[in-house]
């Protein structure tokens, strides 16, 4: 804690709390949360079950909701 500069543990539940509240929203909008290394054009997915439960679901049955580490092209904008 003492790295972020977080003092208590109710400041760090607190900042635990938004993160995991912005990350089920994403979600929620069909978005994957990621790690991305831009030196390498890589990311890799970040799989919290409690997260990965209200993604939505695929349309299509033979496809994976999610795969815990991916390579892509990322695109620069």
């Not at 978005?31 to 890589?42: G, K, L, P, V, Y």
């Not at 997260?51 to 991916?70: F, H, I, M, Q």
């Amino acid at each position: 804690m003492k790295e972020l500069g977080i003092s208590t543990k109710k400041d760090l539940f607190n900042q635990a709390m938004t993160l995991l509240e912005w990350a089920v929203m994403e979600r929620k909008a069909g978005r994957i949360i990621a790690s991305i290394d831009e030196a390498h054009d890589q990311y890799k997915q970040v799989l919290l079950p409690a997260v990965e439960r209200v993604a939505p679901r695929s349309k299509n049955p033979g496809e994976l909701a999610a795969t815990p580490v991916r390579d892509s092209a990322l695109a620069k904008k």
